[in-house]
C-alpha cells in the first residue's frame, strides 16, 4: 500500500472509532419549521427542500437533494459512509458525524458541519453540501443563506463544463437572459470577498476579522447587482471558505465575467488612517502606501509572478479607471471620505482578463472605522455605493453602444 494510501486508510480508522457516534445526541426538532431551502437547476423547476433545525444548524435530507441535481449516493450501513457521486462520476466520501470528506478517494476535504443520520435518512446543512457539489461537479455552485438558496450561478451551460479552460461557455451562452433593467454591456459580474477561511485578513484593534465584512458586503452587493441591475453576479466565495489567490480571477475568467470587483477593508500601522479606497491594476503603485496595500493583499505572490502575463488588464485599464472613478463618487456622497483612487500592482486585477477594481472599503484599523464596520447597515450602505457605481458604469456603457450600436468604452471618469 502507498503511504498516501495508509494516509487514507488511517483517516477511516480514526473515523470508525472516533466518528461514527459523533450524531447520536442530536435531535431533531420537528416542532420548530424554519423556511424551507430552494434548489435551483438549469433543468428542471426549483425543488424547495424540507429543513430540520439541529443544534442551531439547518440540514435537508440529502438524497433528494442529490437526486434533483443530477447526482446519486450510495449508503453504506455497516460504516455509516456516504458516498456523493456527481454526474461526471467524481466523488465524495463522507461518514457520518466525521468532519471531513474524502474527494476522489484521493485527498481530505473538510467540512462546515457534520452529516447527520436520522430517521432513515442522511442530512445535511446547504453549506456543507455547496462545498461538496462544488468539488465533485459544478465549481460554481453556491449557497446563498440570505436567500436560503442552492444554486449554480451559471446556468444549463457552465453545469456541464469541466473546470478547464478550454471547456468554458462564452458569457452569451452562460447567462440566460436576466430580468428587468437588464444591462446590455453588463450580463455578469464577479464579486470577490477578500480573504476567508484560514486567512482572516486584516484584523481590527477589537478584533473584527477582515474576512467577515468582505462577505458581508460582497453577499449584499451580489442581492443588489442581480435586484437593480438585472445581471448574473458570481460569488468567488459564499461562505468561510479559502479561496486561493489565483482561483479568484480565474473563476472570473472561466465564465468571461464584463466586471470584477473585489471587496477588502484596509489595514495602516496609522490607526488614524481613515476612509475608503478604490484601486485599479498598474505595474508601478501611484505612491508608497498603494505599494504596502498590494503587498499586504497579495500575500506571498511575488511581483515578477504579478506582472508577468498582465497584459490582458492592462488592455482595459480605461474601463477599470471609469468604474473606480464612478464608485469613489459614490462613496463621496457623504459616505465616506474617499482618497483618490490609486494605481497598484495587485495579483488579483493583474490577472483579471475584464476591467476590474478592488475597493478597501474602511480602515479595519481604526477604531471607530471598525465598530462601523461591525454594523450590518454601514456594510449593506458601502454595498449600495458600490452597486450604484456600477449601475452608472452599466447606463454609460449601454449609452456608449446604442449611440455607436456597438460595445464601446464609455467617457473616462476622473482620473487621478
Ligand atoms: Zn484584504
Same mark, same amino acid.
Given at each position: 500500500?502507498?503511504?498516501?494510501?495508509?494516509?487514507?486508510?488511517?483517516?477511516?480508522?480514526?473515523?470508525?472509532?472516533?466518528?461514527?457516534?459523533?450524531?447520536?445526541?442530536?435531535?431533531?426538532?420537528?416542532?420548530?419549521?424554519?423556511?424551507?431551502?430552494?434548489?435551483?437547476?438549469?433543468?428542471?423547476?426549483?425543488?424547495?427542500?424540507?429543513?430540520?433545525?439541529?443544534?442551531?444548524?439547518?440540514?435537508?435530507?440529502?438524497?433528494?437533494?442529490?437526486?434533483?441535481?443530477?447526482?446519486?449516493?450510495?449508503?453504506?450501513?455497516?460504516?455509516?459512509?456516504?458516498?456523493?457521486?456527481?454526474?461526471?462520476?467524481?466523488?465524495?466520501?463522507?461518514?457520518?458525524?466525521?468532519?471531513?470528506?474524502?474527494?476522489?478517494?484521493?485527498?481530505?476535504?473538510?467540512?462546515?458541519?457534520?452529516?447527520?443520520?436520522?430517521?432513515?435518512?442522511?442530512?445535511?446543512?446547504?453549506?456543507?453540501?455547496?462545498?461538496?457539489?462544488?468539488?465533485? #461537479? +459544478?465549481? %460554481? @455552485?453556491?449557497?446563498?443563506?440570505?436567500?436560503?438558496?442552492? *444554486?449554480? $450561478?451559471?446556468? !444549463?451551460?457552465?453545469?456541464?463544463?469541466?473546470?478547464?479552460?478550454?471547456?468554458?461557455?462564452?458569457?452569451?451562452?452562460?447567462?440566460?437572459?436576466?430580468?428587468?433593467?437588464?444591462?446590455?454591456?453588463?450580463?455578469?459580474?464577479?464579486?470577490?470577498?477578500?480573504?476567508?477561511?484560514?486567512?482572516?485578513?486584516?484584523?481590527?484593534?477589537?478584533?473584527?476579522?477582515?474576512?467577515?465584512?468582505?462577505?458581508?458586503?460582497?453577499?449584499?452587493?451580489?442581492?443588489?447587482?442581480?435586484?437593480?441591475?438585472?445581471?448574473?453576479?458570481?460569488?468567488?466565495? #459564499? +461562505?468561510? %471558505? @479559502?479561496?486561493?489567490?489565483?482561483?479568484?480571477?480565474?473563476? *472570473?475568467? $472561466?465564465?468571461? !465575467?464584463?466586471?470584477?470587483?473585489?471587496?477588502?477593508?484596509?489595514?495602516?500601522?496609522?490607526?488614524?488612517?481613515?476612509?475608503?479606497?478604490?484601486?485599479?491594476?498598474?505595474?508601478?503603485?501611484?505612491?508608497?502606501?498603494?505599494?504596502?496595500?498590494?503587498?499586504?493583499?497579495?500575500?506571498?505572490?511575488?511581483?515578477?509572478?504579478?506582472?508577468?502575463?498582465?497584459?490582458?488588464?492592462?488592455?482595459?485599464?480605461?474601463?477599470?479607471?471609469?468604474?473606480?472613478?464612478?464608485?469613489?463618487?459614490?462613496?463621496?456622497?457623504?459616505?465616506?471620505?474617499?482618497?483618490?483612487?490609486?494605481?497598484?500592482?495587485?495579483?488579483?486585477?493583474?490577472?483579471?482578463?475584464?476591467?476590474?477594481?478592488?475597493?478597501?472599503?474602511?480602515?479595519?484599523?481604526?477604531?471607530?472605522?471598525?465598530?462601523?464596520?461591525?454594523?450590518?447597515?454601514?456594510?449593506?450602505?458601502?454595498?449600495?455605493?458600490?452597486?450604484?457605481?456600477?449601475?452608472?458604469?452599466?447606463?454609460?456603457?449601454?449609452?456608449?453602444?446604442?449611440?455607436?450600436?456597438?460595445?464601446?468604452?464609455?467617457?473616462?471618469?476622473?482620473?487621478?
Amino acid at each position: 500500500m502507498s503511504a498516501q494510501g495508509r494516509r487514507i486508510l488511517a483517516g477511516w480508522l480514526a473515523v470508525l472509532t472516533l466518528g461514527v457516534g459523533a450524531a447520536q445526541g442530536r435531535t431533531l426538532n420537528p416542532e420548530s419549521a424554519p423556511r424551507p431551502l430552494r434548489l435551483e437547476s438549469p433543468t428542471a423547476k426549483p425543488w424547495l427542500a424540507p429543513v430540520q433545525e439541529v443544534d442551531g444548524v439547518s440540514v435537508f435530507p440529502l438524497r433528494p437533494g442529490l437526486e434533483y441535481l443530477g447526482g446519486t449516493m450510495r449508503w453504506n450501513q455497516t460504516l455509516r459512509k456516504v458516498v456523493l457521486v456527481g454526474p461526471q462520476g467524481r466523488t465524495a466520501e463522507v461518514v457520518v458525524g466525521f468532519p471531513k470528506a474524502l474527494i476522489d478517494g484521493k485527498r481530505w476535504m473538510r467540512l462546515p458541519h457534520l452529516l447527520l443520520w436520522r430517521q432513515g435518512q442522511v442530512y445535511i446543512s446547504p453549506e456543507a453540501f455547496a462545498r461538496l457539489w462544488r468539488e465533485i #461537479s +459544478d465549481p %460554481t @455552485f453556491q449557497y446563498n443563506a440570505l436567500t436560503r438558496t442552492l *444554486a449554480c $450561478r451559471l446556468g !444549463a451551460a457552465a453545469s456541464a463544463a469541466a473546470p478547464s479552460a478550454a471547456a468554458v461557455p462564452t458569457t452569451a451562452a452562460a447567462v440566460p437572459p436576466a430580468a428587468k433593467n437588464q444591462s446590455a454591456g453588463i450580463k455578469c459580474v464577479v464579486v470577490d470577498a477578500g480573504h476567508g477561511g484560514k486567512d482572516p485578513g486584516a484584523i481590527g484593534p477589537t478584533q473584527l476579522r477582515e474576512k467577515v465584512v468582505t462577505l458581508e458586503m460582497a453577499q449584499q452587493l451580489a442581492l443588489i447587482l442581480e435586484h437593480d441591475l438585472g445581471c448574473k453576479v458570481i460569488l468567488t466565495r #459564499s +461562505d468561510d %471558505t @479559502f479561496i486561493p489567490l489565483h482561483e479568484r480571477p480565474e473563476i *472570473a475568467n $472561466r465564465v468571461s !465575467a464584463d466586471l470584477f470587483v473585489s471587496i477588502h477593508a484596509n489595514a495602516s500601522p496609522d490607526r488614524k488612517a481613515t476612509g475608503s479606497q478604490v484601486f485599479v491594476y498598474n505595474r508601478e503603485a501611484s505612491s508608497r502606501k498603494a505599494e504596502e496595500v498590494a503587498r499586504f493583499e497579495n500575500k506571498d505572490v511575488n511581483v515578477l509572478e504579478i506582472i508577468k502575463d498582465d497584459l490582458r488588464q492592462s488592455v482595459h485599464e480605461v474601463d477599470s479607471i471609469t468604474v473606480a472613478g464612478l464608485i469613489g463618487q459614490e462613496f463621496d456622497k457623504g459616505l465616506s471620505e474617499t482618497r483618490r483612487i490609486e494605481r497598484a500592482p495587485f495579483y488579483v486585477l493583474a490577472k483579471s482578463h475584464m476591467p476590474s477594481v478592488l475597493v478597501e472599503t474602511a480602515f479595519i484599523s481604526n477604531a471607530e472605522e471598525e465598530r462601523k464596520l461591525r454594523q450590518k447597515e454601514f456594510c449593506l450602505k458601502m454595498a449600495r455605493a458600490i452597486g450604484s457605481g456600477l449601475q452608472e458604469y452599466a447606463r454609460e456603457k449601454n449609452q456608449q453602444q446604442s449611440r455607436d450600436g456597438r460595445p464601446g468604452a464609455p467617457r473616462m471618469a476622473r482620473v487621478p
